[in-house]
């Protein structure tokens, strides 16, 4: 009789964030503006990068490809959450509810990778300026891309291998708009410690490196910047770090409150809120972070304004 309950959840419904008929509407107007924005944002980022040869850096390829992350991170989320406020059924099923879950780790993970992997780059081009295009290579470039995607795969793999096998016989509503690792754990009727302290250990291990990474990087950096004598030069070493260090502390912030925490301490509820911020919100927040704070970026997309205006 166990063994039955255990192969019976063939899917899964989705509580998503409120229960309240008269919210749907609401929530599904305010989603569906931020994935736009997100995707014109971030697809605008592309473009800009893609057709100006002043971007062709480094800086602007691991840039770029940020922005194809955040594309994918909130297409894995966004969705099926719009689906749910305009449906009366918030049903996902288990093959659904896995692959979002799976598609979600490896972007969240290769996202971390990809800002440690930011913050070394300008570590280079500030610290290092005329060895910059010597060491930053393309094809070096290419392989901390494929490198970050790498672990982010890897992560996902580890994480999925012990979730799928866990025994969903208590229920199968999902507290939470998307099915997130916390919240399937609560559901399991089986003792989930090695699921947890594999969660607690892998974010443990992600976070720790890739922050070292970050802040041994900016600490140079920041030496770096004090010994330039001009005033001038000291502000353009600075801008081209604010937009990046921002993004860092949006996105580390929610997440090691996320998952670097006992379970004894989760709170759903709360975490929706915290989940809808980094899983939603910082896609969209990213490409005008970097837009809006870097002057190579906004005379680029002047440019691409312009040659549009003019082919028009």
Known sequence: MAEQNHTSVAEF????????????????????????????????????????????????FFLGSLSVVDICFSSVI???????????????????????????????????????????????????PLLYSSV?????????????????????????????RLPFCSSNVINHFFCDVPPLLALSCASTYIN????????????????????VSYTFISFAILRIRSAEGRQKAFSTCVSHLTAVTML???????????????SLNTDKVVSVFYTVVIPMLNPLIYSLRNQEVKDALRRTAERITVRL
């Open 252 to 266: 580390y912030g929610t997440t090691i409150f996320m998952y670097l925490r006992p379970s004894s301490s989760y």
């Open 78 to 128: 966004a969705p099926r959450t719009l689906v749910s406020f305009l449906s009366e059924r918030k049903t996902i099923s288990f093959v659904g509810c896995m692959g979002q879950a799976a598609f979600y780790i490896v972007f969240v993970t290769t996202e971390c990778f990809l800002l440690a992997v930011m913050a070394y780059d300008r570590y280079v081009a500030i610290c290092n």
């Open 196 to 215: 947890e302290m594999i969660l607690f250990s892998l974010a443990g291990v992600i976070e720790l490196s890739t922050i070292s990474t970050i802040l």
């Open 13 to 60: 419904i989705l509580e998503g964030l409120s229960d309240q008929a008269e919210m749907k509407a609401p929530l599904f107007v305010l989603f569906l503006l931020i994935y736009t924005v997100t995707l014109l944002g971030n697809v605008g980022i592309i473009v800009v990068i893609q057709g100006d040869p002043r971007l062709h850096t480094s800086m602007y």
């Open 136 to 164: 930053m290579t393309r094809r070096l470039c290419l392989w901390l891309l494929v490198g970050s995607y790498t672990g982010g795969v890897l992560t996902s793999i580890i994480q999925m291998t012990f979730i799928i």
